[in-house]
């Protein structure tokens, strides 16, 4: 059956991401290499998460400064697959990185890709303070990582929460009283913003510090960087500041 060419590009672009069965669909053919050929010719990329069940074009994303991007809460990477992302991460931490810690900052499963990454030898793991940590394979850097995650566990040791370490009494009051104030998105997206300050393991530092669950920072976040916030919230009847009544006396 034939079909237009730019039939793809043109749902791509107005939709960002696509399934396999979508883009099928769309041009009308139950075959996937008949997708792959039309996608090959405009450069595609296919989502480390959800198992890389979505596509985009390859000019879509917006790649953060860690080199990820988020829509719908489906992740995409400059490097592709997530063995090649989880691998880079892995190299290029201060500290390395635990299962959970990687798993918080891609908002994916991350166990069995480091596990097969570590069993091929492309990157490093020591058990440490009972936690496998994952390092880089070079052992200049593998050191380099360890000493510097011993000298954060230290200073967190120190300290009455890993992010009250470098916050005032002052300071800490009032963020708490601003988030008191906040409705439920806002909080949320407040909590997100915070998190990503703090880089890895930010969901659970903030989540700590403000007292809710780490989940409600990590959809914060995924909301607030992926544009999936709601701009537009409707004023309920009667909202809104209540005009000054006129003293009679003043005219």
Same mark, same amino acid.
């Given at each position: 059956?034939?079909?237009?060419?730019?039939?793809? %590009?043109?749902?791509?672009? =107005?939709?960002?991401?696509?399934?396999?069965?979508?883009?099928?669909?769309? #041009?009308?053919?139950?075959?996937?290499?008949?997708?792959?050929?039309?996608?090959?010719?405009?450069?595609?990329?296919?989502?480390? /998460?959800?198992?890389?069940?979505?596509?985009?074009?390859? $000019? #879509?994303?917006?790649?953060?400064?860690?080199?990820?991007?988020?829509?719908?809460?489906?992740?995409?990477?400059?490097?592709?697959?997530?063995?090649?992302?989880?691998?880079?991460?892995?190299?290029?931490?201060?500290?390395?990185?635990?299962? &959970?810690?990687?798993?918080?900052?891609?908002?994916? *499963?991350?166990?069995?890709?480091?596990?097969?990454?570590?069993?091929?030898? =492309?990157?490093?793991? *020591?058990?440490?303070?009972?936690?496998?940590?994952?390092?880089?394979?070079?052992?200049?850097?593998?050191?380099?990582?360890?000493?510097?995650?011993?000298?954060?566990?230290?200073?967190? *040791?120190? /300290?009455?929460?890993?992010?009250?370490?470098?916050?005032?009494?002052? !300071?800490?009051?009032?963020?708490?009283?601003?988030?008191?104030?906040?409705?439920?998105?806002? %909080?949320? !997206?407040?909590?997100?913003?915070?998190?990503?300050? !703090?880089?890895?393991?930010?969901?659970?530092?903030?989540?700590?510090?403000?007292? #809710? $669950?780490?989940?409600?920072?990590?959809? &914060?976040?995924?909301?607030?960087?992926?544009?999936?916030?709601? =701009?537009?919230?409707?004023?309920?009847?009667?909202?809104?500041?209540?005009?000054? *009544?006129?003293?009679?006396?003043?005219?």
């Amino acid at each position: 059956m034939p079909f237009e060419p730019n039939v793809l %590009r043109s749902l791509l672009q =107005r939709q960002k991401i696509a399934t396999l069965a979508e883009l099928k669909e769309a #041009i009308g053919t139950s075959a996937a290499m008949t997708v792959f050929r039309k996608l090959r010719a405009f450069g595609y990329q296919t989502s480390y /998460s959800h198992r890389g069940k979505y596509y985009t074009l390859a $000019d #879509i994303p917006d790649f953060d400064d860690r080199g990820l991007w988020f829509y719908r809460a489906v992740g995409f990477s400059r490097d592709g697959t997530l063995l090649a992302t989880a691998q880079r991460f892995v190299e290029e931490a201060r500290v390395g990185f635990t299962a &959970g810690e990687l798993r918080d900052l891609l908002q994916v *499963e991350v166990k069995q890709a480091l596990l097969h990454l570590y069993r091929r030898k =492309r990157i490093g793991r *020591e058990q440490i303070v009972g936690r496998y940590v994952y390092l880089s394979r070079d052992s200049g850097m593998q050191l380099n990582q360890k000493l510097a995650r011993e000298e954060r566990r230290a200073v967190w *040791e120190l /300290s009455e929460s890993p992010l009250e370490a470098g916050v005032l009494p002052e !300071l800490k009051a009032a963020m708490i009283l601003f988030f008191s104030l906040l409705d439920e998105q806002q %909080r949320r !997206l407040y909590a997100g913003l915070e998190a990503q300050k !703090l880089g890895y393991g930010g969901d659970r530092k903030i989540a700590e510090f403000l007292g #809710i $669950d780490v989940h409600t920072v990590a959809r &914060g976040r995924r909301e607030l960087f992926g544009e999936q916030v709601q =701009r537009e919230r409707a004023r309920q009847k009667g909202g809104g500041r209540k005009p000054a *009544e006129k003293n009679p006396a003043s005219n």
